[in-house]
């Protein structure tokens, strides 16, 4: 056994007390209007930027789509007509099968979604 007694301090304000606490009611300074009407304007004017100069790309990229694909749509329709003349033997009124949908009829279809 430990043969020592241990000493309590009680924890005590320093000398001279505390510094006095600032509780009182202060408010910033107002921000004028005018200021705040020229950050809202400013970034509206900045995200208009650049939403238009992304909608001039897009319409760019889409047009080039656009091109690609008419481009190729008479080679895929013409291997549709190879695929779908090349049964015909088949009776069409008892089965299910039909074309797929290329073309103008295709494109009048999904737009109806």
Do not use: C
Request: positive net charge.
């Amino acid at each position: 056994m430990v043969g020592y007694r241990q000493k309590w301090v009680q924890d005590l304000p320093p000398a001279g007390g505390f510094p006095k606490l600032k509780y009182a009611r202060t408010s910033t300074s107002p921000i004028p209007g005018a200021y705040i009407f020229a950050g809202v304007f400013s970034i509206m004017a900045v995200g208009t930027y650049i939403f238009f100069s992304d909608k001039v790309e897009r319409n760019a990229r889409e047009e080039e789509e656009k091109r690609r694909l008419s481009m190729i749509l008479p080679i895929l329709q013409a291997e549709n007509d190879i695929n779908f003349l090349a049964s015909p033997h088949q009776n069409v009124y008892f089965t299910r099968w039909m074309p797929p949908q290329t073309g103008k009829r295709a494109a009048a279809l999904l737009r109806d979604l």
